[in-house]
């Protein structure tokens, strides 16, 4: 890091992420930190982010500008408080990146920019027994759009219409909590909507989401691309944006 002139050295392991990203000619990484005989992981802080294991590495092939992803998370953080920000004041409602060249085997990799993940510790969800959810819209289903309520099977899923569960664990996890407001929101009358949509959804989160898609042209953020999250048990469901290299037109 050039501005404080520090040098961090560590192991870890790495590997290609993204879906369709994944096949662009310039790849995207996940980084897991490792302790020096690699039997563990480890935590760092890195370029004045928060201490983590994990990290992601961006490679902002499709962005010619190299400013959609920053810019628009940047500015959803300026614009938007999460409702329970006074009780977790150190919680944040997206991610931060910086950006960085990359090497790899002595060989440049370009610009990238280097961020934070987006789970359970950056929003500061409270644990399973506590109540916290995270899902994150990873296709086109028809749940993560309201438009369809697909069935549940016995057996535990990882993914449900459209929707991956991301905390708790999709082992330890069940999906019945967002079929069931998947189900009021597709199935309510309209007098039911109005009169308790306000307990289930945290309407500041919905209406600053509705004016960042409009500002920012996020037409790949209506449904994928997002994710949806409560803080504790009882509390109203949040969105956060995610995946923002489509915006800006």
């Given at each position: 890091d050039p501005i404080p002139n520090t040098f961090y050295q560590s192991n870890m392991g790495i590997r290609i992420r993204g879906a369709s990203s994944a096949e662009f000619p310039k790849k995207s990484y996940r980084v897991t930190l490792k302790n020096d005989t690699y039997s563990a992981n480890k935590d760092a802080s890195l370029l004045n982010l928060r201490s983590d294991k994990r990290w992601l590495l961006l490679a902002m092939w499709n962005e010619e500008l190299k400013l959609n992803n920053k810019v628009s998370y940047e500015l959803w953080r300026e614009i938007h408080s999460l409702h329970y920000q006074a009780s977790e004041p150190e919680a944040l409602s997206t991610i931060r990146m910086v950006y960085i060249e990359l090497f790899i085997n002595k060989q440049y990799r370009g610009v990238y920019a280097f961020t934070e993940d987006m789970d359970r510790k950056q929003l500061k969800l409270k644990n399973q027994s506590g109540g916290g959810e995270l899902y994150k819209g990873d296709s086109w289903g028809g749940a993560v759009t309201f438009d369809h309520v697909p069935d549940l099977s016995g057996a535990p899923i990882e993914t449900w219409g459209g929707w991956e569960?991301?905390?708790?664990?999709?082992?330890?996890?069940?999906?019945?909590?967002?079929?069931?407001?998947?189900?009021?929101?597709?199935?309510?009358?309209?007098?039911?909507?109005?009169?308790?949509?306000?307990?289930?959804?945290?309407?500041?989160s919905f209406i600053d989401y509705y004016l960042f898609l409009n500002l920012t042209k996020a037409e790949d953020n209506l449904g994928k691309n997002t994710f949806i999250a409560k803080y504790t048990a009882g509390d109203p469901?949040?969105?956060?944006?995610?995946?923002?290299?489509?915006?800006?037109?």
């Open positions: 569960m991301k905390y708790p664990d999709w082992e330890d996890g069940n999906w019945n909590a967002i079929r069931n407001f998947t189900d009021f929101v597709k199935n309510a009358t309209d007098a039911e909507f109005s009169s308790q949509i306000e307990s289930k959804i945290s309407i500041p469901y949040f969105i956060v944006p995610w995946d923002l290299d489509g915006t800006w037109g």
